[in-house]
């Protein structure tokens, strides 16, 4: 079982950065890759971005390439998504989300199993 809760939502204008955390209480020395979905309302959950268990495999959706970095410390077991250039179309409720998984990450929702309650990200024209 894993727990994850994430921080570091807030308001900001267009433009502007913010840094998502993710605490995980995952079993030590267990491999596990971490992904970041948004969902807006009235939409369906959509990827942001993805890494590895070593960290050296990440994944993010278009609109984000160049904007977002995702990042993880397994020393503190936790996980960060650093939002740069942020636009009001980012605007959204942030999922942090993981899978027991040594290789790779994935971009499917579906193929997570365990998942955060989520932190509003709205972002200021």
């Not at 969902?39 to 050296?56: D, L, N, T």
């Not at 994944?59 to 503190?76: H, M, P, Q």
């Not at 179309?89 to 997570?112: F, I, L, N, Q």
């Amino acid at each position: 079982q894993v727990q994850l809760v994430e921080s570091g939502g807030g308001l900001v204008q267009a433009g502007g950065s913010l840094r998502l955390s993710c605490a995980a209480s995952a079993r030590t020395y267990v491999a596990y890759a971490l992904g970041w979905f948004r969902q807006c309302p009235g939409k369906e959950r959509e990827f942001v971005a993805a890494i590895s268990w070593s960290g050296g495999s990440t994944y993010y959706t278009d609109s984000v390439k160049g904007r977002f970095t995702i990042s993880r410390d397994n020393a503190e077991n936790t996980g960060y998504l650093q939002m740069d250039s942020l636009k009001p179309d980012d605007t959204a409720v942030y999922y942090c989300a993981a899978v027991y998984k040594s290789v790779g990450a994935p971009m499917r929702g579906p193929e997570y199993s365990y998942w955060g309650q989520g932190t509003q990200v709205t972002v200021s024209s």
